[in-house]
């Protein structure tokens, strides 16, 4: 099973920038769709950002259309997700998901333990 590792995580004011890295050492991420999830207290999983391979064509969530932006390093063998004009409601745990077979990007709430998850990094949105 590949081993997902995130990292960037931190506090940030609201307005401010952060960018979040996925990567899994011995795995090829660039082979693989790979997408971002959310989490925030006390609510559930919502899907925030999927990109495909070989095209690394990226969809989003709606309200974070314009301020998110999801890119690979193919060198490097990592996904970021690059998180401008950050709002309170950001605030939550981010999780990196590579799929476990497809290339292009699966509907969200079709994710599941079959792909391979990182144990999520904590974004705070605060003043």
């Known amino acids: 099973q590949a081993q997902v590792v995130e990292s960037g995580g931190g506090l940030v004011q609201p307005g401010g920038s952060l960018t979040l890295s996925c990567t899994a050492p011995?795995?090829?991420?660039?082979?693989?769709?790979v997408s971002w999830f959310r989490q925030a207290p006390g609510k559930g999983r919502e899907g925030v950002s999927c990109i495909s391979s070989p095209d690394d064509k990226a969809t989003y969530l709606d309200s974070v259309k314009g301020r998110f932006t999801l890119f690979r390093d193919r060198a490097g063998n990592t996904v970021f997700l690059q998180m401008n004009s950050l709002e309170p409601e950001s605030t939550a745990v981010y999780y990196c998901?590579?799929?476990?077979?497809?290339?292009?990007?699966?509907?969200?709430?079709?994710?599941?333990?079959?792909?391979?998850w990182g144990r999520g990094t904590q974004v705070t949105v605060s003043t």
């Open positions: 998901a590579i799929e476990h077979l497809s290339r292009q990007c699966r509907p969200f709430g079709t994710w599941s333990e079959d792909d391979y």
């Open positions: 011995g795995h090829d991420v660039n082979w693989y769709a």
